[in-house]
């Protein structure tokens, strides 16, 4: 049952986000990789209800989010949560942890005032925060940013979505706790189906966690490539998702140094305008009519699209 | 939030001052309301001035002037804090359903409260008091919050407004907590404590007002307050003889004590609503 689709998405004059199609299913895994500014939080924050997108549509089981009532709504919005990019502004701070954790749970009538404690106790427990009674009751500013990137975590867990937009959610934490965050989910997806879009600019952690199944990479608003992530990782069709990860160090050095980087023009602006390939300012690939038309995402393989009129010249095979 | 309260009370002398004074003002009040009139009048013995059997001496026809001061405070306290606090609760709700709304009702419902605001206070007071007349309490709190409203609410919406666009609550959002939720246990919480100070500050604006309703005689009384003690001694040769001082000054220096107490306090209220604050 495919959870979310949207057609496109355009916001403000300049385009946020332009023409995407995605589609989520459960047991689910779509990681959206990009450097800042590309609009991927823009993306989850619309996914996840809180913006309305300019034109397109964001369906829920079929249906227009936006125009769900009542008990349908309840429904969509226990069904799809977000892990917030920054845990220090996004937890209330004149609330406890256990008031946080609580308020959705008893919402949406997931359990009653007497089980509720239970309830939070045991998310805690998973997320691997303490969960006595004097840790209940501190406040946020109590907390180390690794401990608020969990309780995010938690917060979202508690009220057992089908959909977790989780926007780097776990960038705060240490490497061991990554891994071991990072393995909760992928628990959770495989025991309840839960799906997730990742969002994320550490290509490590998305490799981790998304092996397997899609990544999408978005550059100014458009998704430039998309396909299975280890084969968009291992052989990129697109030039800015080549040099994305040619910047990403490989520990050894003689890999390092047998890879061949593609060298970007180094205009740092965004797009020129509408039209065109939102990339041809700096793509070292690009020609006249790479200006003119945006180039559509064209099969490039199995499953594996690019937003490139020459994805041959891309550099095959980026490691060896 | 409550026993913490007691905490930061204890730790902190002015708040405790505070707490104290207005404790006794209370219980002042309470006793008041359980006195039977006075009836004991004896013109000859007008304005004498302290002593053991007057304690504060007594008053233009002769009734002793301390217990026309704890028989006055009660209604003066009950339609202070019935005045601030439908001013406050009004105030709050319109400010922070406005700051939370947003959008073209919003922008509505502050110029209806600028129009509010320009309203000069005193005078529509007076006018209103005027020709209403009604010794009920609760109606003279009604009036007097009839403009006292505005001002808080625009504070209140502008402080709803940051508030609004954070993060936690679009957290909230998403996790599709109700409007009411929203609004008092999300949004509330980080007003809380100017809500409070508002409220309390609010009953000595109150009281200012009126008992200078009283004092200048617009207002209907009942019974006796402390504005009308003034009122009426001021009526009866209060200004003529040293002698009236004790009497006189005894309700100014209530006012001024109670006002004192309700500052103090007020100290107390920021660290309880805002956690950070608390040094436990």
Same mark, same amino acid.
């Not at chain 1, 996840?48 to 369906?59: E, Y």
């Not at chain 2, 007008?46 to 704890?70: P, V």
């Not at chain 2, 073209?104 to 129009?115: V, W």
């Given at each position: 049952?495919?959870? !979310?689709? @949207? *057609?496109?998405?355009? /916001?403000?004059?300049? =385009?946020? #986000?332009?023409?995407? $199609?995605?589609?989520?299913?459960?047991?689910?895994?779509?990681?959206?990789?990009?450097?800042?500014?590309?609009?991927?939080?823009?993306?989850?924050?619309?996914?996840?209800?809180?913006?309305?997108?300019?034109?397109?549509?964001?369906?829920?089981?079929?249906?227009?989010?936006?125009?769900?009532?009542?008990?349908?709504?309840?429904?969509?919005?226990?069904?799809?949560? !977000?892990? @917030? *990019?920054?845990?220090? /502004?996004?937890?209330? =701070?004149? #609330?406890?942890?256990? $008031?946080?954790?609580?308020?959705?749970?008893?919402?949406?009538?997931?359990?009653?005032?007497?089980?509720?404690?239970?309830?939070?106790?045991?998310?805690?427990?998973?997320?691997?925060?303490?969960?006595?009674?004097?840790?209940?009751?501190?406040?946020?500013?109590?907390?180390?940013?690794?401990?608020?990137?969990?309780?995010?975590?938690?917060?979202?867990?508690?009220?057992?979505?089908?959909?977790?937009?989780?926007?780097?959610?776990?960038?705060? #934490?240490?490497?061991?706790?990554?891994?071991?965050?990072?393995?909760?989910?992928?628990?959770?997806?495989?025991?309840?189906?839960?799906?997730?879009?990742?969002?994320?600019?550490?290509?490590?952690?998305?490799?981790?966690?998304?092996?397997?199944?899609?990544?999408?990479?978005?550059?100014?608003?458009?998704?430039?490539?998309?396909?299975?992530?280890?084969?968009?990782?291992?052989?990129?069709?697109?030039?800015?998702?080549?040099?994305?990860?040619?910047?990403?160090?490989?520990?050894?050095?003689?890999?390092?140094?047998?890879?061949?980087?593609?060298?970007?023009?180094?205009?740092?602006?965004?797009?020129?305008?509408?039209?065109?390939?939102?990339?041809?300012?700096?793509?070292?690939?690009?020609?006249?009519?790479?200006?003119?038309?945006?180039?559509?995402?064209?099969?490039?393989?199995?499953?594996?699209?690019?937003?490139?009129?020459?994805?041959?010249?891309?550099?095959?095979?980026?490691?060896? | 939030?409550?026993?913490?309260?007691?905490?930061?009370?204890?730790?902190?002398?002015?708040?405790?001052?505070?707490?104290?004074?207005?404790?006794?003002?209370?219980?002042?009040?309470?006793?008041?309301?359980?006195?039977?009139?006075?009836?004991?009048?004896?013109?000859?013995?007008?304005?004498?001035?302290?002593?053991?059997?007057?304690?504060?001496?007594?008053?233009?026809?002769?009734?002793?002037?301390?217990?026309?001061?704890?028989?006055?405070?009660?209604?003066?306290?009950?339609?202070?804090?019935?005045?601030?606090?439908?001013?406050?609760?009004?105030?709050?709700?319109?400010?922070?359903?406005?700051?939370?709304?947003?959008?073209?009702?919003?922008?509505?419902?502050?110029?209806?409260?600028?129009?509010?605001?320009?309203?000069?206070?005193?005078?529509?007071?007076?006018?209103?008091?005027?020709?209403?007349?009604?010794?009920?309490?609760?109606?003279?709190?009604?009036?007097?919050?009839?403009?006292?409203?505005?001002?808080?609410?625009?504070?209140?919406?502008?402080?709803?407004?940051?508030?609004?666009?954070?993060?936690?609550?679009?957290a909230a959002k998403v996790q599709g907590l109700?409007?009411?939720?929203?609004?008092?246990?999300?949004?509330?919480?980080?007003?809380?404590?100017?809500?409070?100070?508002?409220?309390?500050?609010?009953?000595t604006g109150a009281i200012y007002a009126e008992?200078?309703?009283?004092?200048?005689?617009?207002?209907?009384?009942?019974?006796?307050?402390?504005?009308?003690?003034?009122?009426?001694?001021?009526?009866?040769?209060?200004?003529?003889?040293?002698?009236?001082?004790?009497?006189?000054?005894?309700?100014?220096?209530?006012?001024?004590?109670?006002?004192?107490?309700?500052?103090?306090?007020?100290?107390?209220?920021?660290?309880?609503?805002?956690?950070?604050?608390?040094?436990?």
């Amino acid at each position: 049952m495919s959870h !979310l689709s @949207h *057609q496109y998405d355009l /916001s403000v004059k300049v =385009p946020t #986000l332009r023409n995407i $199609d995605m589609n989520i299913g459960t047991d689910d895994i779509v990681a959206l990789v990009g450097e800042s500014g590309c609009g991927k939080t823009t993306m989850g924050k619309i996914i996840a209800g809180l913006v309305r997108p300019t034109s397109g549509s964001v369906l829920f089981e079929g249906q227009e989010i936006h125009r769900l009532k009542g008990s349908a709504f309840d429904r969509y919005r226990r069904a799809v949560q !977000l892990i @917030h *990019q920054d845990p220090y /502004s996004s937890l209330n =701070p004149s #609330l406890s942890l256990f $008031d946080t954790l609580s308020a959705g749970i008893l919402r949406h009538r997931l359990a009653t005032r007497r089980e509720v404690l239970e309830r939070v106790a045991d998310v805690l427990h998973r997320v691997g925060l303490p969960n006595n009674a004097d840790f209940l009751r501190r406040y946020p500013h109590q907390f180390s940013g690794g401990q608020r990137q969990c309780v995010l975590i938690a917060r979202a867990l508690a009220l057992q979505p089908m959909l977790i937009v989780a926007d780097e959610a776990v960038s705060m #934490l240490d490497v061991s706790m990554r891994v071991a965050i990072l393995d909760l989910l992928l628990e959770l997806k495989r025991d309840e189906g839960l799906s997730f879009l990742f969002i994320s600019h550490d290509f490590g952690v998305v490799r981790y966690f998304a092996s397997g199944h899609r990544i999408a990479v978005l550059y100014f608003g458009a998704v430039v490539e998309r396909g299975i992530c280890d084969e968009v990782i291992a052989n990129p069709r697109h030039p800015y998702t080549h040099a994305l990860l040619s910047a990403v160090p490989l520990p050894d050095p003689r890999i390092n140094r047998q890879r061949q980087a593609l060298r970007l023009k180094s205009v740092e602006e965004g797009p020129k305008g509408q039209q065109g390939c939102p990339f041809v300012q700096r793509c070292p690939l690009s020609d006249a009519r790479c200006e003119r038309e945006m180039p559509p995402l064209v099969s490039v393989g199995e499953g594996h699209q690019s937003a490139c009129f020459y994805p041959e010249r891309v550099e095959q095979r980026l490691y060896a | 939030m409550i026993r913490g309260l007691w905490r930061i009370i204890r730790r902190d002398r002015q708040a405790m001052a505070g707490f104290c004074i207005i404790m006794f003002f209370l219980g002042m009040a309470i006793v008041g309301s359980l006195l039977p009139p006075d009836y004991y009048e004896n013109p000859l013995q007008q304005y004498q001035g302290i002593s053991w059997h007057h304690l504060l001496g007594t008053d233009y026809i002769g009734r002793d002037t301390l217990r026309e001061i704890i028989a006055g405070s009660t209604p003066v306290l009950i339609v202070a804090v019935l005045a601030s606090s439908i001013s406050t609760f009004v105030g709050l709700a319109i400010g922070l359903s406005s700051g939370l709304v947003g959008g073209f009702i919003d922008a509505l419902i502050m110029r209806i409260t600028d129009i509010v605001l320009t309203i000069p206070g005193l005078p529509l007071t007076i006018v209103i008091v005027s020709f209403i007349h009604s010794t009920n309490p609760v109606v003279l709190a009604l009036i007097l919050s009839v403009t006292g409203w505005a001002g808080f609410a625009r504070s209140v919406r502008s402080q709803a407004l940051s508030i609004a666009r954070r993060e936690y609550l679009e957290a909230a959002k998403v996790q599709g907590l109700t409007f009411v939720n929203i609004l008092t246990k999300q949004l509330f919480p980080n007003i809380g404590s100017y809500a409070a100070m508002s409220f309390l500050l609010g009953i000595t604006g109150a009281i200012y007002a009126e008992v200078g309703l009283f004092l200048l005689g617009v207002a209907p009384f009942s019974g006796s307050n402390w504005g009308v003690m003034l009122n009426l001694g001021m009526a009866n040769g209060a200004m003529l003889t040293p002698s009236s001082a004790p009497y006189m000054f005894a309700p100014m220096f209530c006012i001024v004590l109670l006002q004192v107490g309700f500052v103090l306090f007020t100290r107390a209220l920021e660290p309880m609503f805002n956690p950070r604050l608390r040094t436990s």
